[in-house]
């Protein structure tokens, strides 16, 4: 039976990213066997644009109905200012909402051809592979009540609501817990629990849950001494569990010592493992339209979208594969420095990516 994929190229560098995975998907199927269908659906602005809405109905029935999706990227200063339910990142968090997709892993994986390009110097970051497993569907992106309003004072104010439960510190701990035990058996929960109460539950979630997962190490950190570490010492780190913007923050804090936020990839997935798949980067749009974005992030979530939610693992090592072989014969795009003599642009790192899988076949 073929497996249902939907493509959601999204906005500005999105659909130019998302091509990339398009012609990997492709060839994995040509060349690979995998039994694939790929379907496209607006999502973002392009849905606002397009069909009114940041998240169509039609988009969302799509998703239910596929195995997976993809997503490139929404967002852009063309939307920033209409009304709020309109605006593309309220289709993102609508999709994850709707689609339950509570659990964000976040893979910060150094591969050795990239040493030089981190923000870090190769001996405080060489071998460095991290996971930050972030709570997607709660905190304060989704907290009620939320909005601006007027003071009786007659000044405005701008408010949100930072609230976790109980259930849904459990399952993201339980996510963190289970990761941990598939790794190095490390767990650090990020949390600041010192100043907020959501916090202090939290870690006396997880706390709670340590007695399960004997065999896996739990230690605390307050957030902003986490951002602090992760520049400082990243390899002191092997999971990380944490709330849903700590998570958005140190995650774009943990892309740099990869070399550059085109390199992250990750899976935000449901309790069944179904899941939608994106790099951790936005719609980029000071660089739209010049064929110069990073794809990498993005095929590398086409092999977490392998991995989790079409269980071809072997398929997806392929592609990490594959992606290892361009950057170890030399190809950079512009944001990993560009290359000595190889300085490429998305198209040709994507087909390169797609001719390194092919060589594979032979
Ligand atoms: N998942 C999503 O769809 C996300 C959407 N956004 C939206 O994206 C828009 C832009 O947000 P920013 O804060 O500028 O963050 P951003 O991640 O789009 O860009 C930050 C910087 O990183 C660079 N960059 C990002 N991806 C790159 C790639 N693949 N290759 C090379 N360079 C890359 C950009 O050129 C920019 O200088 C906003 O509308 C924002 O709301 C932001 C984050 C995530
Ligand atoms: C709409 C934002 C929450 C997207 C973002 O920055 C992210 O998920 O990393
Ligand atoms: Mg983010």
Redesign the pocket.
Known sequence: MSHKVLMLP?????PE?VAEADKLLRCLASEFGLAVELEYANL?GCGVDAEGAPLPDSTLALARDSDAAL???????E??YIERDKR??RG?LAIRAALGLFANLRPALLDPELVNASSLRPEVVSGLDILIVRELTGGIYFGQPRGIRTRADGVREGFNTLVYGVDEIERIGRAGFEAARRRDGRLCSVDKANVLESSELWREVMEGLAGEYPDVSLSHMYVDNAAMQLVRDPRQFDVMVTGNLFG?VLS?CAAMLTG???MLPSASLDETGRGLY??????????SGQG???????LLSVAMLLRFSLDEGELAQRVERAVARVLADGLR???LGGGQGQSVG?AAMGDAVVAALRAQAN
Do not use: F
């Open positions: 999204g906005d500005h560098v999105g990213i973002g997503l490139g990227a929404v967002g852009g200063p939307w920033d593309p990142e993102l958005d774009d550059s936020i085109g994106e790099p951790v980067h936005g719609s980029a749009p000071d660089i110069i974005a990073n794809p990498l992030a993005t795009t512009a944001d998305t």
